[in-house]
């Protein structure tokens, strides 16, 4: 069984800062790719910003230069740095990983989400 448990979310001003952490734990073999998505209400959810094991990364146009993807592989965690964050960034933020359980089998799992609310 893996569980990914995300912490970090609350209430903060435009112009502040947050900071996501998920955490992976169970039976893990490997991590691979891991990501933030994001789903406010009546929209879809959508890519926040992912980086693979390696350390390469990728981020929404409407995040890049405000939001920083890292991960830490011995902790088997990841960290979303949110800056000047925007009414708009208000969701649910939602922690997404690549893990092997064994060197053939691998699923997608998600956490159970973290809401962010940008007050203006």
């Known amino acids: 069984q893996v569980q990914l448990v995300e912490s970090g979310g609350g209430l903060v001003q435009a112009g502040g800062s947050l900071r996501l952490s998920c955490a992976a734990s169970g039976n893990i073999f490997r991590l691979d790719v891991m990501g933030w998505y994001r789903q406010a209400p009546g929209k879809q959810r959508e890519l926040v910003a992912r980086i693979s094991r390696g350390g390469s990364t990728n981020y929404a146009d409407s995040v890049k230069g405000r939001f920083t993807i890292s991960r830490d592989n011995a902790k088997n965690t990841v960290y979303l740095q949110m800056n000047g964050l925007k009414p708009e960034d208000t969701a649910v933020y939602y922690c997404?990983?690549?893990?092997?359980?064994?060197?053939?089998?691998?699923?997608?799992?998600w956490g159970q989400g973290t809401q962010v609310t940008v007050s203006s």
């Open positions: 997404n990983a690549d893990i092997f359980s064994s060197s053939l089998t691998v699923r997608v799992y």
